[in-house]
Every structure is written in C-alpha cells, then in structure tokens.
C-alpha cells in the first residue's frame, strides 16, 4: 500500500532559525496536505498542493510539491515560539479520496528562546 | 460554519472494560467520518472511515467496532479494552468530494490501565 515517509522525526531550533520538513511518497499523489499539531491539541490543516511544482506561501511557511507529485516540503523561515508543534504531511493517492488519506509520521518541531 | 464534537477529552478505564466515545458534527450534511488513533509520539492511524449512514468501512483489525447511527454522529466502540488500546482518538470529518481536507475534533485521550 501507500506509504508516506516524513524526516526528520525531530527537531530543535534557535528561535530565528529556518525549519524545513520533508515528505517522501511511495506512489504519485493526487494531492498533498499539511497538518500542524500544537502540544496536547488535535491536526490543524494547514494547506493542500494539488498541481504539480506547485509553491504556496502562508506568511512565513512555504510549502512545496514536487514536479513528480511525490514528494513535498514545508519551510518555517525565522521561527518564532508559536511554531511549536508537530508537522504532518497527508497524501491521497491519485486515484483515491479522503478516506485514502495515508499520513506522514510527522515532524516535531522545538522552538527555543 | 462546521463545527465538530468530540467526547469526553479524558478518559482512564480499566482493561475489560467497555468503551464508547461519540463524535458530533454540526453545520454540514452528509460528511465522511472518520476515526483516527495516535499512540504517543507517533503518527496518525486511520482505525474507521464512513461515508454513509450505516456505511463503516474499517481498515486495521481490532477489538474496536465503530457505527453511525445518524448522519453526523459516530461512535467508536469496544466490549472490552486491552492495554494496547491506549492513545489519542480523534474523530474527524471532510466533504465528500476528493482534495477535502480533514477536519479534526480535539480528540479523547484515553488511558486503559
């Protein structure tokens, strides 16, 4: 089946530093979302990239696809202490719906002062 | 606007015991249902999924059982918890047509002990 590989599992910044997440997709996507979990709190959907090379920008995150539609990335530039959580990616196949949604393991991201 | 219910947040029950958490979803008609488990530090698995009443389609084997009784509710449920079953549950709801996102409740944290 699909399976969806998110690195790194951690990780600790400075506070003004860059983060960046990747997304690795065994099969072409049709889509692909960003979730973020703050600490103690449920997903938040973030954004979804449907077109292939696609580059979506939310204030100080970018995220990206990939010309292949498979893999993807999420950038925090200068991050600030409210970045803190988990970062999930989320692909649904190309011939799927939500219900095909096959999770990343998900990136947790530390924000020190 | 959606909104969608999930009870209760906490939840400690002994193994064998039975268990019954319930999800609500307001604002929209006809929505998929799902049911995902978190275990600590990890990523999310989809346990149930629903596009009907009714309609419950499941995806891992396990002693949980889910059911929709209505449009906008489902219940997940099990006859007797093993510890194994501990973790974070979150309901969640999309539209029915692909490229949805999911919309999460704030999940019960449940501890079998």
């Known amino acids: 089946g699909q399976q969806v590989m998110q690195i790194p599992q951690y990780q600790h910044v400075q506070e003004g530093e860059d983060f960046t997440t990747y997304c690795n997709s065994s099969?072409?996507?049709?889509?692909i979302q960003w979730y973020k979990q703050r600490p103690g709190g449920h997903p938040v959907f973030l954004i979804q990239l449907v077109k292939s090379g696609e580059v979506k920008k939310q204030k100080r995150l970018t995220f990206q696809f990939g010309e292949a539609k498979k893999n993807s990335s999420l950038h925090i530039t200068a991050t600030q202490t409210t970045d803190v959580g988990t970062y999930f990616c989320?692909?649904?196949?190309?011939?799927?719906?939500?219900?095909?949604?096959?999770f990343g393991s998900g990136t947790q991201l530390t924000v020190l002062p | 606007s959606q909104t969608i219910h999930q009870w209760p947040a906490t939840l400690v029950q002994p193994v064998g015991s039975p268990l019954s958490l319930e999800c609500t979803v307001e604002?929209?008609?006809?929505?998929?249902l799902y049911w995902y488990r978190q275990a600590a530090g990890r990523g999310l698995q989809l346990l149930f999924y629903s596009v009907g009443i009714g309609q419950i389609s499941s995806e891992v084997p396990q002693n949980l059982s889910a059911s929709r009784p209505q449009d906008r509710q489902f219940i997940l449920s099990s006859k007797k918890l093993l510890l194994s079953d501990s973790g974070f549950y979150l309901c969640?709801?999309?539209?029915?047509?692909?490229?949805?996102?999911?919309?999460f409740g704030n999940g019960t944290r449940l501890t079998v002990t």
């Open positions: 969640a709801w999309s539209r029915t047509v692909s490229n949805s996102p999911l919309h």
């Open positions: 604002g929209t008609s006809n929505p998929n």
């Open positions: 989320a692909g649904e196949p190309s011939s799927g719906s939500a219900r095909q949604l096959t």
């Open positions: 099969t072409t996507l049709s889509n």
